[in-house]
């Protein structure tokens, strides 16, 4: 079955750097679109970031855009988020999503319901 496993969030202070990484198992990786979703206490899931096949395309939030950075590497089956400048409001957990479709639709991307596949989430907090 289709697994994704995040790793690398911890606790940095305001202006510092973190990567993440989706491990993916159990599927075509190169097959899917795949994305980036945070979810702070009290609020609901917001997207961050995405990807598509083979890494042409990317999306970012507003919010995001110019400090994170999504990549992928379909040769490890690996996706990551390259985040800097990080701010105390981008504390939430992260968590990473895959959709399987042949199609790019652009107004899809940012929703969390085009995607099938979850993991199971990783803490980031920035220190103010």
């Known amino acids: 079955q289709v697994q994704l496993v995040e790793s690398g969030g911890g606790l940095v202070q305001t202006g510092g750097s973190l990567r993440l990484s989706c491990a993916a198992s159990?599927?075509?990786?190169?097959?899917?679109?795949m994305g980036w979703f945070r979810q702070a206490p009290g609020k609901e899931r917001e997207f961050v970031a995405a990807?598509?096949?083979?890494?042409?395309?990317?999306t970012y939030a507003d919010s995001v855009e110019g400090r994170f950075t999504i990549s992928r590497d379909n040769g490890k089956n690996m996706v990551y988020l390259q985040m800097s400048d990080l701010k105390p409001e981008d504390t939430a957990v992260y968590y990473c999503?895959?959709?399987?479709?042949?199609?790019?639709?652009?107004?899809?991307?940012?929703?969390?319901?085009?995607?099938?596949?979850w993991g199971q989430g990783t803490q980031v907090t920035v220190s103010s």
């Open positions: 159990g599927m075509t990786f190169s097959s899917y679109v």
């Open positions: 990807i598509s096949w083979r890494g042409v395309t990317t």
């Open positions: 999503a895959a959709d399987l479709t042949s199609t790019w639709r652009s107004y899809e991307r940012s929703s969390s319901r085009a995607y099938e596949y």
